[in-house]
């Protein structure tokens, strides 16, 4: 049918604004028929996917309906996907406390106390408010800063659901690839994991900006890509990480309209991270600072060769969603031989062959292939201040691929002959992952619990044996505490934290001789450790140098002015020198800023006894 110069007129004028389904609808005439005008008029310009004969899926259209209707049509669906996240992070909503958490929550809980707790990082403050209504809920209990974390790992599965519809016509798509990102173990650290969360948190918010700006390049409206930069602006706020957030709609724009075109949509995307870059160029010398004081010295002083490091990432990335056997919170096993490295490379290899054919066979595919790779470029910068890699860090990026691999699992149960054996591999595939989440949970359960399975994956970290030291100690096996210490020291000489650790086990053990030396190694690479000056005082209190101790506390309380313990030992200190009332005051001042100091209290009962 020949079309009218009035309907030629509305496709030219429409088709980069509205789907083809819609405009044939509008204007009463076949689909065919519109994209046979844009075809034949607009062969130069880069088309939505769904116009392109070399894409094996088009691109849907969805249909429009109210968050209420939604719900009623899915909600059997959001369930089992709520239910299988309930069973798989069961068993770790009761873990303890682990590595980050204690300095994030237990070593700052006076500061929790106080609502200007809120006020001390405000760029990232939707963290700092959860932590502060946990614990005015629950103090210090693990369970309720964690329940954040699953309520954002749920709000992540349900978003994935909601999102695969507009990439997919395969009705099992969105629950298919919305079960992969519930059940996978290598998203376990983002979700038990208390200080991992942010991961979690950020992709809720990311997911939810990009919704909306699919929403908005369906329907062009422009409160929808207000509410986009809006969750583009909270995820920022959560971690900065994801300032490649436009990356990821430049490639969409690309693969599936003319971004040479459309590129004022994404503008604002740009703008806003190239802001937030200025801000976090300015707290670089913090990351380093932070890294080295936790033994992370070859952070931001070594550069890494993109060659080696960027193949070794992507593929262990890749090896960990496939074959996930070596979770661990340290990925340190990266000093590689010739062939372990061309295993990794030759991964590295097949993922950049894979991803360049599904341009030219099916840009869907693209696309999500290369979102996996977008969002892992923040953490692969060769200065050294990320992991090479870490489990956490690719918690956005797999959803990628389990959009690939769910494409095929789809595209099998759709075949009728095998139909029953995907259904069967689909089956076996969620039950096993499922079951090696449960188990790996059960290493975030405890800190010895972490440790341990650290220490076997990742026994050339300095910080996996300085913490194994601590487990040892707890245990009383006084002599693999102190062997694990001093691998920490061999491996990073320059590693503050393993110095202290076993200082302070020779100050329990009464070896003063050995402990001294290596509080003052501490000080020398941190002087900012208060709890070394804090030990060397006792030690020359022990040995009645009473004014070496008073000389030590006084630089411990200069470092940390507010530490009641420390008030509480300088009055003893001051007490056998016969300085009675500053001892007195010191106890006061200790009962003031810790009102639960019972020695504070018995000291200052005892002195005023004696008036």
């Given at each position: 049918?020949?079309?009218?110069?009035?309907?030629?007129?509305?496709?030219?004028?429409?088709?980069?604004?509205?789907?083809?389904?819609?405009?044939?609808?509008?204007?009463?005439?076949?689909?065919?028929?519109?994209?046979?005008?844009?075809?034949?008029?607009?062969?130069?310009?880069?088309?939505?996917?769904?116009?392109?004969?070399?894409?094996?899926?088009?691109?849907?259209?969805?249909?429009?309906?109210?968050?209420?209707?939604?719900?009623?049509?899915?909600?059997?669906?959001?369930?089992?996907?709520?239910?299988?996240?309930?069973?798989?992070?069961?068993?770790?909503?009761?873990?303890?406390?682990?590595?980050?958490?204690?300095?994030?929550?237990?070593?700052?809980?006076?500061?929790?106390?106080?609502?200007?707790?809120?006020?001390?990082?405000?760029?990232?403050?939707?963290?700092?408010?959860?932590?502060?209504?946990?614990?005015?809920?629950?103090?210090?209990?693990?369970?309720?800063?964690?329940?954040?974390?699953?309520?954002?790992?749920?709000?992540?599965?349900?978003?994935?659901?909601?999102?695969?519809?507009?990439?997919?016509?395969?009705?099992?798509?969105?629950?298919?690839?919305?079960?992969?990102?519930?059940?996978?173990?290598?998203?376990?650290?983002?979700?038990?994991?208390?200080?991992?969360?942010?991961?979690?948190?950020?992709?809720?918010?990311?997911?939810?900006?990009?919704?909306?700006?699919?929403?908005?390049?369906?329907?062009?409206?422009?409160?929808?890509?207000?509410?986009?930069?809006?969750?583009?602006?909270?995820?920022?706020?959560?971690?900065?990480?994801?300032?490649?957030?436009?990356?990821?709609?430049?490639?969409?724009?690309?693969?599936?309209?003319?971004?040479?075109?459309?590129?004022?949509?994404?503008?604002?995307?740009?703008?806003?991270?190239?802001?937030?870059?200025?801000?976090?160029?300015?707290?670089?010398?913090?990351?380093?600072?932070?890294?080295?004081?936790?033994?992370?010295?070859?952070?931001?002083?070594?550069?890494?060769?993109?060659?080696?490091?960027?193949?070794?990432?992507?593929?262990?990335?890749?090896?960990?969603?496939?074959?996930?056997?070596?979770?661990?919170?340290?990925?340190?096993?990266?000093?590689?031989?010739?062939?372990?490295?061309?295993?990794?490379?030759?991964?590295?290899?097949?993922?950049?062959?894979?991803?360049?054919?599904?341009?030219?066979?099916?840009?869907?595919?693209?696309?999500?292939?290369?979102?996996?790779?977008?969002?892992?470029?923040?953490?692969?910068?060769?200065?050294?201040?990320?992991?090479?890699?870490?489990?956490?860090?690719?918690?956005?990026?797999?959803?990628?691929?389990?959009?690939?691999?769910?494409?095929?699992?789809?595209?099998?149960?759709?075949?009728?002959?095998?139909?029953?054996?995907?259904?069967?591999l689909v089956s076996f595939i969620l039950v096993a992952l499922s079951?090696?989440?449960?188990?790996?949970?059960?290493?975030?359960?405890?800190?010895?619990?972490?440790?341990?399975?650290?220490?076997?994956?990742?026994?050339?970290?300095?910080?996996?044996?300085?913490?194994?030291?601590?487990?040892?100690?707890?245990?009383?096996?006084?002599?693999?505490?102190?062997?694990?210490?001093?691998?920490?020291?061999?491996?990073?000489?320059?590693?503050?934290?393993?110095y202290y650790n076993l200082g302070n086990l020779y100050r329990t053990?009464?070896?003063?001789?050995?402990?001294?030396?290596?509080?003052?190694?501490?000080?020398?690479?941190?002087?900012?450790?208060?709890?070394?000056h804090q030990n060397i005082a006792v030690i020359n209190f022990e040995?009645?140098?009473?004014?070496?101790?008073?000389?030590?506390?006084?630089?411990?309380?200069?470092?940390?002015?507010?530490?009641?313990?420390?008030?509480?030992?300088?009055?003893?200190?001051?007490?056998?020198?016969?300085?009675?009332?500053?001892?007195?005051?010191?106890?006061?001042?200790?009962?003031?800023?810790?009102?639960?100091?019972?020695?504070?209290?018995?000291?200052?009962?005892?002195?005023?006894?004696?008036?």
């Amino acid at each position: 049918m020949a079309l009218t110069y009035s309907q030629k007129r509305y496709i030219q004028d429409n088709y980069q604004k509205i789907s083809s389904e819609n405009i044939a609808k509008t204007l009463n005439i076949s689909l065919d028929d519109v994209n046979n005008h844009i075809q034949k008029f607009y062969n130069n310009f880069n088309k939505k996917i769904k116009l392109s004969h070399n894409s094996h899926e088009a691109l849907p259209e969805v249909i429009d309906i109210s968050f209420q209707n939604w719900i009623k049509k899915h909600w059997i669906n959001l369930l089992i996907l709520l239910f299988f996240i309930l069973i798989v992070y069961a068993n770790g909503l009761m873990s303890d406390l682990v590595s980050d958490d204690i300095p994030a929550i237990v070593d700052i809980e006076k500061q929790l106390q106080s609502p200007s707790y809120l006020t001390l990082n405000p760029t990232f403050f939707p963290r700092a408010i959860q932590y502060f209504l946990a614990y005015k809920i629950g103090g210090v209990t693990p369970i309720y800063y964690r329940l954040f974390n699953i309520f954002f790992h749920i709000g992540t599965v349900w978003m994935v659901y909601a999102i695969v519809p507009f990439f997919s016509r395969k009705k099992l798509m969105p629950f298919l690839v919305a079960s992969l990102v519930a059940v996978h173990p290598i998203m376990v650290e983002s979700v038990t994991w208390i200080s991992g969360g942010i991961y979690a948190q950020t992709a809720f918010s990311i997911l939810i900006s990009f919704y909306f700006y699919l929403k908005y390049r369906q329907s062009g409206s422009r409160r929808l890509i207000l509410l986009s930069l809006f969750f583009y602006l909270l995820a920022l706020t959560t971690s900065e990480k994801i300032i490649i957030y436009p990356g990821i709609l430049f490639v969409y724009e690309f693969v599936f309209y003319n971004v040479w075109k459309t590129w004022p949509r994404i503008l604002p995307y740009f703008v806003i991270s190239f802001v937030w870059l200025l801000f976090i160029m300015t707290r670089v010398n913090d990351r380093i600072q932070y890294l080295e004081q936790i033994g992370s010295l070859d952070f931001g002083k070594n550069v890494y060769n993109p060659l080696e490091q960027i193949p070794t990432a992507v593929a262990t990335y890749l090896e960990l969603i496939f074959w996930p056997d070596k979770l661990t919170l340290y990925h340190s096993e990266f000093r590689l031989n010739l062939y372990q490295f061309f295993y990794l490379a030759g991964i590295f290899l097949v993922y950049v062959g894979v991803t360049i054919y599904t341009y030219f066979k099916n840009k869907t595919l693209f696309f999500w292939l290369t979102l996996f790779f977008i969002t892992l470029i923040p953490t692969m910068n060769p200065l050294g201040l990320s992991w090479i890699a870490a489990e956490r860090y690719v918690y956005l990026g797999s959803i990628g691929v389990y959009f690939f691999v769910a494409y095929f699992l789809a595209k099998l149960i759709d075949t009728k002959k095998y139909q029953a054996v995907g259904y069967v591999l689909v089956s076996f595939i969620l039950v096993a992952l499922s079951v090696r989440s449960i188990v790996r949970n059960i290493d975030w359960q405890t800190q010895d619990n972490l440790w341990l399975a650290t220490g076997k994956t990742s026994p050339s970290d300095p910080k996996t044996h300085n913490n194994l030291g601590d487990v040892y100690a707890r245990r009383g096996d006084w002599k693999k505490s102190a062997e694990e210490f001093a691998t920490a020291i061999r491996i990073n000489p320059k590693y503050p934290d393993a110095y202290y650790n076993l200082g302070n086990l020779y100050r329990t053990l009464k070896k003063y001789d050995e402990a001294m030396p290596l509080f003052e190694r501490t000080l020398a690479l941190n002087p900012n450790v208060w709890q070394a000056h804090q030990n060397i005082a006792v030690i020359n209190f022990e040995r009645g140098d009473i004014v070496g101790a008073e000389s030590h506390l006084k630089k411990a309380l200069e470092i940390s002015p507010e530490n009641s313990t420390l008030h509480s030992n300088l009055g003893i200190v001051y007490y056998q020198l016969n300085k009675k009332q500053e001892a007195l005051n010191e106890f006061q001042l200790a009962v003031q800023l810790e009102p639960k100091n019972e020695n504070a209290k018995a000291w200052i009962q005892k002195m005023l006894s004696e008036k």
